[in-house]
């Protein structure tokens, strides 16, 4: 069973397509504009690792945050699996690193750092609007509080 199965009220987060060791999930935005991970049937093992590494099907807990930063439209097209890489690479080599984040986001990192935040790593939460037409999956995302 693989994660479109599973997991019905996606954030879009994209924690899936980096913990698919096979890179054949893609995200799309579906008839209401929400990110939705896409499988290429052809190239899934069916392993869940996907499933695995959702924090909406394995929740996290999240740190307690006092100050949320305005989500910039820099922010609204972001590769975030790239985003995710490169955090986890830069902080593998020992380097303190800043990164940028809804609550969504905060948690898929974390979910794909072992259910661990690195001590090098600085979050800055952005503020989530779930009315915001441009992301509409923040309104059913569970991380908005």
Same mark, same amino acid.
């Given at each position: =069973?693989?994660?479109?199965?599973?997991?019905?009220?996606?954030?879009? +987060?994209?924690?899936?397509?980096?913990?698919?060791?096979?890179?054949? #999930?893609? $995200? /799309? *935005?579906?008839?209401?504009?929400?990110?939705?991970?896409?499988?290429?049937?052809?190239?899934?093992?069916?392993?869940?690792?996907?499933? %695995?590494? @959702?924090?909406?099907?394995?929740?996290?807990? %999240?740190? &307690?945050? /006092?100050?949320?930063? /305005?989500?910039?439209? &820099?922010?609204?097209?972001?590769? =975030?699996?790239?985003?995710?890489? &490169?955090? =986890?690479?830069?902080?593998?080599?020992?380097?303190?690193?800043?990164?940028?984040?809804?609550?969504?986001? #905060?948690?898929?990192?974390? !979910?794909? $750092?072992?259910?661990?935040? !690195?001590?090098?790593?600085?979050?800055?939460?952005?503020? +989530?609007?779930? /009315?915001?037409? *441009?992301?509409? &999956?923040?309104?059913? @995302?569970?991380?908005?509080?």
């Amino acid at each position: =069973m693989q994660i479109t199965d599973r997991v019905k009220n996606c954030n879009g +987060c994209e924690a899936c397509t980096v913990g698919c060791k096979y890179a054949c #999930i893609k $995200m /799309e *935005r579906d008839e209401n504009g929400n990110k939705k991970p896409v499988i290429n049937e052809d190239g899934c093992s069916k392993c869940n690792n996907c499933v %695995l590494y @959702c924090p909406v099907f394995n929740p996290v807990d %999240l740190p &307690e945050f /006092e100050n949320f930063y /305005e989500y910039k439209d &820099e922010y609204y097209e972001r590769d =975030m699996a790239k985003v995710y890489r &490169e955090t =986890m690479r830069q902080l593998k080599a020992g380097t303190t690193t800043e990164f940028v984040g809804t609550l969504c986001q #905060i948690a898929a990192l974390k !979910s794909l $750092m072992g259910d661990k935040l !690195s001590h090098d790593l600085r979050i800055f939460p952005l503020h +989530c609007d779930p /009315e915001n037409p *441009r992301r509409p &999956e923040c309104a059913a @995302c569970p991380f908005y509080k």
